[in-house]
């Protein structure tokens, strides 16, 4: 594995699954796979999970991690080629980026996407010309359109907890929020449902939400909510602005939030979210504090998706 960006970059799903797994089982195996290492952890946002499973995961495979606020503690940075920097930027990616490929064995980085230049966000602008630049490999701790650590995470708690003998249905839920927000752990979701192969995966919203078909591929879109749920056995609920009509917020209908009265005809479903999740906006209180609720497990199994990330780059590219 050179890179992690998307599911694009993972040859066998199955396997990567197997190694977290394996991680979890026996978290400092390979204590010495990444001595000398070191990983730059670069945020452009806020984040909880991502930056303390990764460190930790940095820290099991036996690596130094810097992290690097870039947002908060670095200069401006520039992305247009030609750009005369007159303005508010200081700093050019054509310049910080080899910087931080001479410092850093591999780089992890989040940024999220605009929502405001559809064009640039799903061109990837800021991870493509670091990768380009910083020549060393990068992590994607979620991008302007995909989030593949929350999603491989997300693949693993369905497989601790599916019948291998019966396909499952997984459906990926809209669910109202207050404020516009990006579409990459729903575009991510699904195209690693998609790539896994192995349940029948229906998507519903409301008629506007659709996303980018790239990602939501064969998927089944339905627009009625209780439709799609029935016979569920896994839930994935979040929020994403429209793609078409691109960021915009187009409806705040409560009754899209889950509650105990839409998980009825599903088949006992699990009930998945990446986190943070605004209670009672998102998802009631009573499912969260339910046995259906699997949130935490795929929380927690974001160290061992990270690890088993970072193992196989160590292994592919410095071994
Ligand atoms: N799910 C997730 O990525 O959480 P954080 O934003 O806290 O990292």
Redesign the pocket.
């Known amino acids: 594995m050179k890179q992690f960006i998307s599911v694009n970059d993972v040859q066998d799903i199955d396997a990567l699954v197997q190694k977290a797994i394996s991680y979890r089982a026996a978290p400092f195996k390979d204590k010495i796979l990444g001595e000398y290492k070191r990983v730059g952890l670069l945020f452009l946002n ?6 303390l499973s990764t460190n930790i995961a940095i820290s099991n495979l036996g690596m130094e991690a810097i992290l690097f606020n870039i947002h908060k503690e670095g200069w401006k940075l520039e992305f247009e080629d030609g750009a005369v920097m007159n303005g508010q930027t200081v700093e050019h990616i054509k310049d910080a980026a080899p910087v931080l490929g001479a410092y850093f064995d591999i780089l992890c980085i ?1 940024t999220f996407p605009s929502l405001t230049n559809k064009q640039e966000d799903y061109e990837e602008v800021f991870i493509n010309q670091l990768i380009r630049y910083a020549a060393i490999p990068v992590i994607s701790l ?1 991008s302007a359109t995909l ?1 593949p650590l ?1 999603s491989l995470a997300d693949i693993m708690t369905i497989t601790d907890l599916f019948d291998p003998m019966r396909k499952p249905k997984i459906v990926l839920t809209w669910a109202p929020h207050i404020k516009p927000i990006p579409q990459c ?1 729903a575009n991510s979701f699904a195209q690693w449902v998609n790539a896994w192969g192995k349940a029948d995966f229906v998507i519903t919203h409301p008629e506007g939400y659709e996303l980018d078909e790239q990602f939501s591929g064969d998927a089944h879109i339905e627009y009625d909510q209780s439709k799609a749920l029935e016979n569920a056995d896994f839930v994935y609920v979040k929020n994403w602005s429209a793609y078409n009509d691109y960021g915009k917020v187009l409806t705040r209908d409560a009754d899209w939030m889950l509650t105990n009265k839409h998980l009825i005809n599903t088949n006992n479903a699990r009930v998945m979210h ?3 999740v605004r209670r009672n906006v998102e998802l009631s209180d009573e499912v969260l504090d339910s046995a259906s609720s699997i949130v935490n497990l795929q ?1 927690a199994n ?1 160290v061992w998706a990270a690890q088993a990330v970072l193992a196989e780059i160590l292994i592919s590219q410095f071994n």
């Open positions: 806020p984040s909880m999970r991502t930056r989040r979620e989030h929350q752990v990446c986190l943070p929380a974001r």
